[in-house]
């Protein structure tokens, strides 16, 4: 069993910037696969970036391209998501998840979930 807890969330302005932090326990974080999510109301749940074990390898939603990064510190068992340039459309609640048997965009893939973090981005 994975536990994964998020934190960072909250307001931010757009051009501005926030950033996650993701903390993952249970089992041994360099070899998970993460990913950050976002669900806003009425939509499904998507995919904002991934990272691969050793953090060499990353993916990014195209909205994200550009404007986020996604990075880990398998030292602290921890994955971050700095988000810049912020936009009105990034408001969501995040999610942070685990995947055991590899990493990449497919949300279906990922065994554990966080409860995630809530991010508003105003005007």
């Known amino acids: 069993q994975v536990h994964v807890v998020e934190s960072g969330g909250g307001l931010g302005q757009a051009g501005g910037s926030l950033r996650l932090s993701c903390a993952a326990s249970?089992?041994?974080?360099?070899?998970?696969?993460m990913g950050w999510f976002r669900q806003a109301p009425g939509k499904e749940r998507e995919l904002v970036a991934a990272?691969?074990?050793?953090?060499?390898?990353?993916y990014y939603a195209d909205s994200a391209k550009g404007r986020f990064t996604i990075s880990r510190d398998n030292a602290k068992n921890t994955v971050y998501l700095q988000m810049n340039s912020l936009k009105l459309e990034d408001t969501a609640v995040y999610y942070c998840?685990?995947?055991?048997?590899?990493?990449?965009?497919?949300?279906?893939?990922?065994?554990?979930w966080g409860q995630g973090t809530q991010v508003t981005v105003s005007s």
């Open positions: 998840a685990a995947d055991e048997t590899g990493w990449g965009p497919e949300k279906d893939a990922y065994d554990y």
């Open positions: 249970g089992r041994t974080f360099s070899r998970l696969g």
């Open positions: 990272i691969g074990w050793s953090g060499g390898s990353e």
